[in-house]
């Protein structure tokens, strides 16, 4: 059977192989040796999957129809089950593979049926009795409802006894029009359900991609919506990277940020938790912030180079990671039982770089339209059935919105721009930044517009911002003015600074608060010591002071009487005792310490555990070693023997027709340093690659991997 | 971009520039659905709250409009999801009305089943509601129309009052048109009002709000009570109301600390009505004295809480609230939304201006430098010692004397919280002192003087300014204590200082003793009166001394 796959791959021209790899890269990495090792690629699940992913929802439901049609089945058969207009599909899926023609006839890889499931599109098995589909008619009552109920699938109905069922399943399953699976299962036949359905698979096919709707928006305004939201968003990030340079959170154990420093974050920012988490990852993406060795959650310098460029390259710098990343920040705060974490490690999934480019792709096609989002969800479930998830497609609308990539939910030109690698245009149309400020009598001061870096970076320094926007007002306070003092600035240094930029003159007022905290700053000194020396004769003092033996010491002269050190008190009498001093310990209260302090421990007592004595083991634990020890006699029984190396193909057909003799099998099985072992089983199934098995030396089901499988062959003891 | 005078800022702050070419314009259209915070020389600071957009929308604005005014002058984009915040807080405005049931009595009604729902399950409101008649109408306790109206508020769903009123007892009252007329945005205010049942009528200082009561009166012609701040104010109206209105002297009765009548039309004080005697407020009668059918409160921003308790029970009656400003300091601007009413009318600006415009008074802050005794006495004082030792000292006392000295020719009042300082000076510059015992007469006789100029400096307590208006003057000295709360103190330097008569700005000088709490204090005010417009400088006391 997979050898007609590979013939039909190989009757390929070189034309339509191309085609197969431009619809399916995934093939071509690695290349394929030869077409035998395409054809077992193209047809291993992975990369079905992958093509299937690649199906819009109208080509999936084609597949899905041919699957519940019988190998070889003619165009005809598909046509008739599903539409006249399914034969450019067709054309399709044999083009990507997942149908090959055999003759004039078509079959379906092994492994497509497998995706697609046992009962395709909700149709049960193939009966393999004759049906009289014409006696339904003369069905007793209740019949034909009772068969409804299973027509749309699950094609599956449970009794508690087949053989003591009422008498209307009692007639359906004599006229075949039901099958028991088991004594409690019942099952509708393919071709009753088929006729139930009037011959269609589906109830209705949608051939074409559903229309995204929407509200129509002016282009102008879309801009401007867009440009207010570029810029906020610059501001948010770097609003945060200052906020949490101010006061770090800490990062959580199992990784990423607390939830109650991001709803502090959220208040900072004013915005809700959901913005301010996919700020706060759009700069971790970026490098701007990082967890640091110590689990503190920094700025980078990244982020001091950041906020060098221009308001465009900075946006780009944010715009084009969220394109590509695969984390989803809207799931921060999801989850059943443990909420996600910002900058936690639960974010990633696949595919969603893929979507937002769909998303965008689909807004760039429907210009000045702000999509409903319902239609919008529907469309995308159409073009791509596996991939969409209406969660996911709100959520890159509202980042997208945050990003500025819309404006009032409409695609922006910088959006279109941005998708089209052309020239944004971000930073003709920001607002210019000003180099004034206005100061008002009320200490308040008004940055008419965004500042430029520098005088930004002062006036954050010397004043509280109060209110952010368009305009950043400012206010001068005490604390702000000491807080400049603190950063090294002067008295002067500030008023010149303000004189310097503001428009409007400085307002007196304001000059004497500066004044006045300037004269106050620095009056009181603090600083560390680790002991002193207090002597009430000076002149002591002042020999200890200039004591060449004492230099190693480090004392400083604080007040006449006074000297501090940096060493430890035990160091400082040890020094002095040696030059020939007398010194003597005084405790906080200045009283002698004359006999040595009695030390004792500063914290808690904590004794060692005791370790208990062995234990008897359990019963379970003597089980499974002696069934470990049987399982190991026995495969050293077949050791001598080599399992025969068998080629993958051969290895799959020589599994399936085992399974089906249920018989114990030995294999080997390379482990993943390539070293092989023979391992003892029964096998059970196939599925996705994998065999499953029970493996006699631990009595449980295992999975093996079918290309680690060297080769098969039955066991000594089935023989 | 449009380059305008707006900019709104994303914590829903609306910034002005008042210096440019289309500030005026602005200002007008933006004045109805944002309050005015602060308004320094240059960028006026106004405030897009939900209840200023619901007083918007009961005075007839809607959300498009203030979107338009928004984005036409804003000099920046605006952000797209403030301009949906203020379509989708406008729209929650009248969705829950209050309706009187011809069978059921009051009920609460919405076209909306889901906000009615909402709502119910609030815990504070399911006790006032009975039974839910269908969909859409749940019946209402009866005497639970104030207090669901708070409620309701409180959860974002501002309901629209339609159960309508009682006609009280009916009163002729008709304007008297002679020699003079009503202005017409008076008698568009007095009609908002009265069509809209209840609520408040903004009015800036001057604009004739005794006019707008008294036509709101007329509308009514029913018994009515009206709630003024202070004895003064009461005897204003009484002599508006007869000069504008026919009413007789024997139809208008006071009710205050000193007389207690009850005539048709009473006049009753805040402070009568919060008086309490063994815990007890003892002048509630009032309320049911006579059937009111129209109830007025003056200055509606400086209504004591506790009235609005007793407004709560008199849903019933009309209520009309005349101020001039919505801002209240104690933040119970909802109280004022939900029990008195929505604003029901502003008046265009245009007409204000033409009232011409007192210019705010000069204020200059004296730094005083206390000795090093006085330093170090301060310094070993006890916690709450300190601000009274600091603003009392020996210094304080000789620059305050110097000042008066220095405009002893002008109209001086120096005010103050501590009596014995006061008196000390009043011994000193051989003025007299006004305090809390002295007699209302001899206050009278007292202004009277200062009034006609025979008197060029008075000394007067705290306790003493807030019973009886004070006199104009063309230099206030404050040497401790605040005047009053911060809002109240800028209000009233406005209308205590007037221009003098060369055309220059009156002066309030307030003394603070350098490097000590009295600073600090004075640092909030300097705040305070700066946003309000005021001219603020600070001198050095020295400056004062050496000067002459």
Redesign the interface.
């Known amino acids: 059977m997979s050898s007609s796959f590979a013939d039909s791959l190989r009757s390929r021209s070189d034309e339509e192989i191309a085609r197969l790899f431009q619809a399916r890269p995934d093939l071509l990495s690695p290349v394929p040796s030869d077409l035998s090792a395409l054809a077992a690629r193209a047809s291993s699940m992975p990369s079905i999957l992958r093509a299937r992913d690649t199906l819009n929802k109208f080509q999936f439901d084609l597949l899905t129809a041919a699957c519940s049609l019988q190998d070889p089945f003619t165009q005809l058969d598909l046509l008739r089950i599903t539409d006249k207009s399914a034969k450019s599909t067709l054309a399709l899926l044999i083009e990507r593979a997942l149908i090959y023609a055999d003759g004039e006839k078509f079959r379906i890889p092994t492994n497509v049926r497998t995706l697609i499931g046992e009962h395709p599109a909700g149709l049960g098995p193939h009966s393999t009795k004759k049906i009289n589909l014409a006696l339904l008619e003369e069905a007793p009552k209740g019949a034909i409802e009772l068969l409804n109920k299973m027509v749309w699938g699950p094609p599956r109905g449970q009794v508690a006894d087949v053989k003591k069922a009422n008498p209307t399943i009692t007639w359906l399953l004599e006229n075949n029009f039901l099958i028991a699976q088991d004594s409690q299962t019942l099952l509708l036949p393919r071709e009753v359900g088929m006729h139930l359905r009037g011959g269609k698979v589906f109830k209705e096919l949608i051939f074409e991609a559903p229309s995204v709707v929407g509200v129509t928006r002016k282009k102008k305004a879309v801009d401007?919506?867009a440009?207010?939201?570029i810029?906020?968003f610059i501001r948010w990030a770097e609003e945060l990277a200052h906020n949490w340079s101010d006061e770090p959170p800490s990062a959580l154990k199992s990784g990423g940020l607390g939830v109650r420093d991001l709803k502090r974050t959220s208040e900072h920012l004013?915005v809700d938790e959901t913005c301010a988490a996919f700020v706060a990852e759009i700069l971790y993406l970026g490098g701007l912030i990082v967890i640091d060795t110590d689990d503190q959650i920094l700025p980078t310098n990244a982020f001091d180079l950041w906020l060098t460029k221009s308001a465009e390259d900075r946006w780009h710098a944010l715009v084009t990671l969220w394109l590509e990343t695969s984390r989803v920040a809207g799931l921060i705060g999801k989850g059943d039982n443990k909420s996600v974490a910002a900058l936690g490690p639960e974010l990633d999934r696949s595919g969603i770089s893929a979507l937002k480019k769909s998303v965008l792709a689909l807004l760039i096609a429907t210009p000045e339209i702000d999509p409903e989002l319902g239609s919008l969800q529907e469309r995308l479930k159409f073009d791509m059935p596996t991939r969409a998830n209406n969660d996911y497609v709100s959520w890159i609308l509202r980042e997208a919105?945050w990003l500025g990539i819309t404006?009032?939910g409409a695609i922006s030109s910088f959006g279109i721009a941005l998708m089209n690698d052309a020239d944004l245009g971000v930073e003709a149309a920001l607002?210019k930044p000003v180099d004034h400020i206005?100061i008002?009598?009320?200490?308040?001061a008004?940055a008419?517009?965004p500042l430029t870096l520098e005088i930004a970076n002062e006036m954050g320094t010397i004043a509280d911002i109060e209110?952010?926007?368009?305009?950043t007002?400012y206010r001068f306070t005490?604390g702000s003015i000491r807080r400049a003092l603190d950063h090294g600035k002067t008295g002067d240094g500030i008023k010149d600074f303000l004189k310097r930029t503001s428009k409007?003159p400085v307002?007196?007022?304001l000059e004497?608060?500066i004044n006045?905290v300037a004269k106050?700053h620095g009056r009181l000194r603090v600083g560390h010591a680790s002991s002193y020396i207090r002597c009430e004769d000076e002149g002591l003092i002042q020999q200890i002071t200039h004591d060449k033996n004492l230099e190693d010491l480090r004392l400083r002269k604080l007040a006449p009487q006074v000297l501090i050190s940096d060493v430890e008190i035990n160091e400082l009498i040890a020094g002095l005792r040696e030059a020939g001093y007398l010194p003597a310990v005084e405790n906080a209260t200045g009283i002698l310490i004359s006999a040595p302090e009695v030390r004792r421990a500063k914290s808690r007592p904590r004794p060692p555990r005791v370790l208990s004595e062995n234990s008897t083991p359990s019963e379970t634990l003597i089980s499974s070693a002696v069934r470990a020890l049987r399982a190991g006699e026995k495969a050293s029984a077949h050791k001598p023997r080599e399992v025969p190396r068998t080629t993958a193909n051969e290895t799959l057909d020589l599994l399936n027709q085992y399974i089906q003799e249920q018989t114990s099998l030995t294999i080997g099985y390379a482990d993943s340093n390539g070293g092989v072992s023979n391992r003892l089983i029964d096998p059970l199934s196939i599925s996705l690659g994998t065999l499953i098995a029970r493996d006699h030396a631990t009595g449980e089901i295992a999975q093996f991997r079918i290309p680690r499988i060297t080769g098969v062959s039955q066991a000594e003891s089935a023989k | 971009m449009t380059d305008g005078p707006l900019i709104v800022q994303s914590d829903k702050t609306i910034l002005l520039d008042v210096d440019h070419i289309l500030a005026d314009e602005c200002r007008r259209l933006i004045a109805a659905f944002a309050e005015l915070e602060k308004s320094p020389e240059h960028i006026h600071t106004y405030r897009l709250t939900p209840l200023g957009l619901w007083n918007a929308r009961a005075a007839g604005h809607d959300a498009e409009h203030v979107i338009d005014v928004l984005l036409k002058y804003s000099r920046f984009a605006v952000p797209h999801s403030l301009l949906v915040d203020i379509a989708e807080t406008m729209s929650r405005y009248g969705r829950l009305r209050l309706e009187a049931h011809p069978v059921h009595g009051l009920t609460l009604v919405s076209h909306d089943p889901a906000v009615l729902r909402e709502v119910t399950r609030g815990k504070k409101i399911a006790p006032m509601l009975g039974l839910q008649i269908d969909d859409e109408t749940i019946i209402v306790h009866p005497g639970q129309r104030g207090f669901l109206k708070q409620a309701l508020l409180k959860l974002g769903w501002p309901a629209e009052d339609f159960a309508g009123y009682v006609d009280g007892e009916a009163h002729e009252i008709s304007l008297n048109q002679d020699g003079w007329t009503i202005r017409k945005y008076q008698e568009l205010a007095a009609e908002g009002f009265w069509h809209g049942g209840s609520g408040v009528v903004v009015l800036p200082c001057g604009a004739g709000k005794t006019i707008v009561g008294a036509a709101a009166m007329a509308h009514a012609k029913a018994t009515t009570l009206i709630l003024v701040t202070n004895t003064v104010a009461a005897r204003q109206w009484r002599d508006e109301l007869l000069k504008r209105t026919s009413l007789h002297e024997d139809e208008i009765g006071e009710y205050s600390g000193s007389k207690k009548e009850i005539r048709p039309v009473t006049i009753a004080t805040y402070q009568v009505l919060t008086t309490r005697k063994k815990g007890v407020y003892a002048h509630l009668d009032l309320f049911d004295a006579i059937d009111w059918g129209l109830i007025i409160y003056d200055e509606v921003h400086l209504l004591p809480a506790p009235v609005f308790r007793f407004t709560a029970d008199i849903q019933s009656r009309r209520r009309l609230g005349l101020t001039a400003t919505l801002v209240r300091e104690d933040g119970m601007e909802g109280e004022v939304f939900s029990l008195i009413g929505p604003k029901r009318y502003d008046v265009p600006w245009k007409e204000i201006e033409q009232q011409g415009y007192i210019a705010p008074a000069d204020c200059v802050e004296v730094r005083i430098t206390l000795t090093d005794a006085e330093r170090m006495h301060y310094a070993t004082a006890e916690q709450e010692d300190r601000y009274r030792f600091c603003s009392t000292t020996e210094t304080k006392r000789k620059v305050a004397i110097a000042l008066a000295e220095k405009h002893k020719d002008e109209q001086v009042l120096i005010i103050g919280q501590y009596i014995d300082q006061l008196d000390a000076l009043g011994e000193e510059l051989g003025v007299p002192v006004i305090k809390g015992e002295t007699p209302i007469k001899e206050r009278e006789e007292l202004f009277n003087l200062y009034r006609a100029g025979e008197i060029k400096c008075l000394v007067v307590s705290k306790v003493a300014n807030f019973s009886i208006d004070l006199p104009d003057a063309t230099i206030a000295i404050q040497v401790s204590g605040t005047f009053g709360s911060r809002q109240e103190e800028a209000q009233r330097l406005g209308r205590v200082l007037r221009p003098k008569s060369d055309g220059r700005s009156a002066r309030f000088y307030s003394l603070v003793a350098r490097d000590t709490v009295d600073q600090d204090f004075a640092q909030n005010r300097q705040r305070f009166l700066a946003e309000q417009g005021y001219a603020y400088r600070i001198i050095d006391a020295d400056d004062v001394l050496t000067s002459d």
């Open positions: 401007l919506a440009i207010a939201n810029s906020t004013g919105e404006g009032q607002p206005l008002q009598a009320d200490n308040s008004i008419p517009g209110s952010r926007g368009g305009a007002v005490e409007t307002p007196q007022p004497y608060l006045d106050r």
